[in-house]
T-cell receptor, first 112, second 114 residues
Framework: DQQVKQNSPSLSVQEGRISILNCDYT??????FLWYKKYPAEGPTFLIS?????DKNEDGRFTVFLNKSAKHLSLHIVPSQPGDSAVYFC???????????FGKGTSLLVTP | DTAVSQTPKYLVTQMGNDKSIKCEQN?????MYWYKQDSKKFLKIMFS???????INETVPNRFSPKSPDKAHLNLHINSLELGDSAVYFC?????????????FGSGTRLTVV
């Protein structure tokens, strides 16, 4: 039963433009959400997170938006750079001590 | 200095063999995990240990047995390997009681069963 869904397997964006990666979840008990970035032959690396008490969290070029009523979150990257090309995983958990549930990932390609 | 290290990075073995994957973290985290990424790219939790105690044991065949000799190590032993066990296995760690934060993942072990 997939509780975290990333329905776009891939996304291509021009350098300098905005990349928007989307994620939906089904479990209303989730209260903590994270985005991970993964390069080939490496493990996922933590990018940014958001607690359910917030609707936005910003860190440099990366912003995560959370819409709890829609059970939807998105990651915005502005401006996109070629080095951002990677697979982005959305993850969610219920609380501290529970395992992260991951989506299938979205492969982002930023073209020069 | 690698924070979460897994060995080996690649493992090719025949069906029916028994193999182990080792994981060590030097972050002082109290919780370690094994995740499996299958051919469909799903990252799925297998096991979690908190201070050497098993806290998560998802529906995984009995052929998979985790062992945590101390809180810095979590090894994965697999008996009677099957073709369907081919996947990338990721170890991760986190500090559960120090507030929220992301996991730190190892670079993965690509297991190929032939």
């Amino acid at each position: 039963d997939q509780q975290v869904k990333q329905n776009s397997p891939s996304l291509s964006v021009q350098e300098g433009r905005i990349s928007i990666l989307n994620c939906d979840y089904t479990n209303s008990m989730f209260d903590y959400f994270l985005w991970y970035k993964k390069y080939p032959a490496e493990g996922p690396t933590f990018l940014i997170s958001i607690s359910s008490i917030k609707d936005k969290n910003e860190d440099g070029r990366f912003t995560v938006f959370l819409n709890k009523s829609a059970k939807h979150l998105s990651l915005h990257i502005v401006p996109s750079q070629p080095g951002d090309s990677a697979v982005y995983f959305c993850a969610a958990s219920r609380n501290s001590g529970y395992a992260l549930n991951f989506g299938k990932g979205t492969s982002l390609l930023v073209t020069p | 200095d690698t924070a979460v290290s897994q060995t080996p990075k690649y493992l090719v073995t025949q069906m029916g063999n028994d193999k182990s994957i080792k994981c060590e973290q030097n972050l002082g985290h109290d919780t370690m995990y094994w995740y499996k990424q299958d051919s469909k790219k799903f990252l799925k939790i297998m096991f979690s240990y908190n201070n050497k105690e098993l806290i998560i044991n998802e529906t995984v065949p009995n052929r998979f047995s985790p062992k945590s000799p101390d809180k810095a190590h979590l090894n994965l032993h697999i008996n009677s390997l099957e073709l369907g066990d081919s996947a990338v296995y990721f170890c991760a760690s986190s500090q559960v009681n120090r507030g929220r934060g992301g996991y730190t993942f190892g670079s993965g072990t690509r297991l190929t069963v032939v």
